[in-house]
């Protein structure tokens, strides 16, 4: 692509001579794989308030106590202010490492404050977790489908990605020891295994517990590290919490969490844990990325953590999105065609929708979009090219009535799409390089 | 070094088995040179009340209006929560970059907000400046000596930096010349310049005028781009404000903003102005880094910049620091041994002292220490091992009279440190490999 195809600023505001890009030659070689997606393009059309927008992953903020929550804030600023607003370490402010502490001991997981490292939103602690492991051509391993924003990270760093395959339970063991065989046996030189075993995104299953245990001695036994990303793990929504693998092996895994999806995104406060000699080197990397993460949002979270009730308002979140997701999946049992795959997810944010054969969502997507309705294609969550059948449904903004009408017009796309490729054939599109998605969390 | 030498994790504290690192052998070949120095213990030390600090470069918060800045961020909360806490785009709130387009025409720099990322901070600037141009072994000039952070992020990336020597006047042109012709001759690739133009840290020193075009016109004639941070350029004593490199070229110029000097360091806002093709995929790379920066920071500069007197709070800022400058050398005129020399900086927050040669400046930390004093050697802003006989003294953060207390206190400890050196010959120490400054803006 071009950066004529670029939606934000149309040649016309900038005159033609500033498309040309006269910087082309002087790029990394990573940069290169750093194009925007013609998918971002509709991604502007399909913020617009009529479309319905199933794509993205924001939190549903509503239930949140604003007006307390200003208040806490503003006696923050007042009495400490010259702390909250000057520069802090890159290992994070010991309270809010201590209570990170405390909310991971409601997983199951012990740790010690010192291994804990605050980071900008969990999505920096992958990128540093990538930075201080991965050459170039290194291969790290994650489930197919897996978050963008990881394989954003693993792809900046020009790591190889090869995916293993899930089903209901989760990553299964046996492809993750051929994948390893298959790594291995052509010279391969494989990092870590980055995965997400509860409420995955964008699978929406959750590892089984015996395979817990198995991954883990699988991974130790290939001398391979375990990167856990659960962002997802206290929604569960009947209030079951899994063991994460962290709590059941503290050497080998690399632990990462967030308050993005159990408070609020636009905070930024994310975290990783790692053994202690991981975590200096972490730390030292996070000096060089953003010298420290913003200290005010730390100390808001802290006190938010000291001064509400916390695991009133996850269980508040966990109530409304499992009503989300109940409305999805009634709608989908309801319009979807014949043909259409689902998951039941127990946690989390997203569903998972495979279509039938001859419909590609991602060529289908701009007729999704002028149906007002807004998907994320499959495609964006594989770097193998898999996933044209497959579609990211998220449940968690809108309300229960736009997932309704969202879904109803979904199901009358897919069968018009239907219809279409009965009388022409299979769809063909454009090949679009680069990152399939926008923005991951926040299209 | 080992990791027994950090001082934050005392061995007792994990048992001896934690400090035995299991995944050395797994680490990126750029991790290497993530080492910790032994210098980071000593501000641990220097940390400490009773040690005047002159090494870090926090600025002085005190002069802020707090009461009134708690109100409207509490407001901004209560009234627009939902937006302020929840994911933003990886290029920053739209309202925001107009303002910063406001804040640069206050230097004579045109700009159009689209062509504004907004970063966590201005380390994160550089840090995606790094990462979309430089691949292992690319060359990046800059003066010598130069910023720690941004050395920091150079090495997270690989890239070779050569320094180009600076005089009075700043960068010098001729030498620029010769590195360019050096590095070329050898078949090096530079990817860019950076330049610290005003007020330079650690130099103090400013880029004469009659330099900047000059200097442009040798990168232009070279085909290197310029990459200039500028967060002290408002921060002229007499109110000047030299014009920016990017104001005298809009094309071969990246330019750094932030907000971190003019108003709050700990909400970590900074920004980046390229060409915009280059600004495109600084907004790619952002999102694999952080997604987004933290919107309720964003929200919060651009309404203290709405409904604060924010010309009249730089001021402020500007007065108090020179105050503190003319403490700081009318202290060193009066307790400074014979032989040292220093510059005298007309903006900005430090000053770059030379002391008599046979005294290492590393080397003598330790017993400034004991004296109650730190600085920051001069070892750690440069790449190639000069340095041992600078030191950068910070005048930002100490009152003038702790100011004053401190040179006195520096002024014995380099008295003592010369009878040394007379008695014993120059004092021998240990190599310490890796950066030898603390966090760069916060010890």
Redesign the interface.
Same mark, same amino acid.
């Given at each position: 692509m071009s950066?004529e195809h670029?939606p934000?600023?149309p040649p016309e #505001?900038?005159g033609p001579a500033?498309?040309?890009?006269? @910087?082309?030659a002087?790029?990394? +070689?990573?940069?290169a794989g750093? /194009?925007?997606s013609e998918v971002r393009a509709l991604f502007a059309v399909a913020n617009r308030p009529e479309v319905v927008s199933l794509a993205g992953g924001?939190?549903n903020? *509503?239930a949140?106590p604003?007006?307390s929550?200003?208040?806490e804030?503003?006696?923050?600023?007042?009495q400490d202010? +010259?702390?909250?607003? +000057?520069?802090?370490?890159? @290992?994070g402010v010991p309270e809010l490492r201590e209570q990170i502490c405390d909310v991971m001991a409601m997983e199951g997981i012990s740790a @010690?404050p010192?291994d804990v490292m605050v980071t900008?939103?969990s +999505?920096?602690a992958l990128?540093m977790v990538t930075?201080?492991?991965?050459?170039p051509g290194?291969v790290v391993l994650a489930e197919g489908p897996s978050y963008v924003?990881a394989l954003?990270?693993f792809?900046?760093?020009q790591a190889e990605v090869v995916h293993v395959a899930m089903d209901d339970d989760g990553l299964q063991p046996e492809a993750l020891r051929e994948a390893i065989g298959n790594v291995t046996a052509r010279g391969g030189r494989i #990092?870590?295994l980055y995965t997400i075993p509860n409420f995955h995104n964008p699978g929406g299953v959750t590892m089984a517990l015996n395979r817990r245990a198995e991954v883990l001695e699988i991974c130790a036994q290939h001398?391979i590290?375990v990167v856990e990303d659960n962002p997802y793990g206290l929604l569960g929504f009947d209030g079951q919490v899994y063991p994460p693998l962290r709590s059941l092996d503290a050497?080998?895994v690399v632990y990462l969490g967030s308050f993005?999806k159990t408070f609020?995104?636009?905070?930024?406060v994310g975290w990783v844990l790692a053994? @202690? *000699?991981?975590r200096? #080197?972490l730390v030292?990397?996070a000096?060089?990325?953003?010298?420290?993460?913003? /200290?005010?949002?730390q100390m808001?979270v802290s006190r938010y953590l000291t001064t509400h009730d916390w695991k009133g308002q996850i269980k508040a979140f966990r109530e409304q999105y499992r009503e989300r997701r109940d409305a999805m999946l009634s709608a989908l049992e309801q319009h979807m065609p014949e043909g259409c795959t689902w998951n039941t997810p127990d946690g989390g944010f997203f569903v998972w929708v495979t279509v039938p054969e001859g419909i590609d969502t991602k060529a289908m997507l701009p007729r999704a979009v002028t149906q007002r309705v807004a998907y994320a294609s499959g495609t964006g969550f594989y770097t193998d090219g898999f996933g044209s059948r497959q579609m990211r449904l998220s449940f968690c903004y809108p309300t229960p009535e736009r997932i309704r009408e969202g879904v109803r017009r979904l199901a009358n796309t897919l069968t018009e799409e239907r219809e279409l490729v009965r009388t022409f054939g299979s769809i063909p599109q454009r090949e679009v390089p680069g990152p399939q998605a926008p923005?991951?969390? /926040?299209a």
């Amino acid at each position: 692509m071009s950066d004529e195809h670029q939606p934000t600023t149309p040649p016309e #505001k900038h005159g033609p001579a500033r498309n040309l890009d006269a @910087h082309r030659a002087r790029y990394a +070689q990573r940069t290169a794989g750093m /194009t925007a997606s013609e998918v971002r393009a509709l991604f502007a059309v399909a913020n617009r308030p009529e479309v319905v927008s199933l794509a993205g992953g924001m939190p549903n903020l *509503a239930a949140l106590p604003l007006d307390s929550l200003a208040g806490e804030v503003a006696s923050l600023i007042a009495q400490d202010g +010259q702390g909250a607003l +000057q520069y802090g370490s890159a @290992h994070g402010v010991p309270e809010l490492r201590e209570q990170i502490c405390d909310v991971m001991a409601m997983e199951g997981i012990s740790a @010690h404050p010192d291994d804990v490292m605050v980071t900008v939103g969990s +999505q920096m602690a992958l990128d540093m977790v990538t930075r201080i492991f991965c050459d170039p051509g290194d291969v790290v391993l994650a489930e197919g489908p897996s978050y963008v924003g990881a394989l954003g990270s693993f792809s900046a760093y020009q790591a190889e990605v090869v995916h293993v395959a899930m089903d209901d339970d989760g990553l299964q063991p046996e492809a993750l020891r051929e994948a390893i065989g298959n790594v291995t046996a052509r010279g391969g030189r494989i #990092k870590f295994l980055y995965t997400i075993p509860n409420f995955h995104n964008p699978g929406g299953v959750t590892m089984a517990l015996n395979r817990r245990a198995e991954v883990l001695e699988i991974c130790a036994q290939h001398g391979i590290l375990v990167v856990e990303d659960n962002p997802y793990g206290l929604l569960g929504f009947d209030g079951q919490v899994y063991p994460p693998l962290r709590s059941l092996d503290a050497d080998n895994v690399v632990y990462l969490g967030s308050f993005s999806k159990t408070f609020a995104s636009g905070l930024r406060v994310g975290w990783v844990l790692a053994p @202690h *000699a991981v975590r200096e #080197k972490l730390v030292l990397a996070a000096e060089s990325a953003t010298l420290c993460p913003p /200290t005010l949002n730390q100390m808001i979270v802290s006190r938010y953590l000291t001064t509400h009730d916390w695991k009133g308002q996850i269980k508040a979140f966990r109530e409304q999105y499992r009503e989300r997701r109940d409305a999805m999946l009634s709608a989908l049992e309801q319009h979807m065609p014949e043909g259409c795959t689902w998951n039941t997810p127990d946690g989390g944010f997203f569903v998972w929708v495979t279509v039938p054969e001859g419909i590609d969502t991602k060529a289908m997507l701009p007729r999704a979009v002028t149906q007002r309705v807004a998907y994320a294609s499959g495609t964006g969550f594989y770097t193998d090219g898999f996933g044209s059948r497959q579609m990211r449904l998220s449940f968690c903004y809108p309300t229960p009535e736009r997932i309704r009408e969202g879904v109803r017009r979904l199901a009358n796309t897919l069968t018009e799409e239907r219809e279409l490729v009965r009388t022409f054939g299979s769809i063909p599109q454009r090949e679009v390089p680069g990152p399939q998605a926008p923005s991951p969390d /926040t299209a």
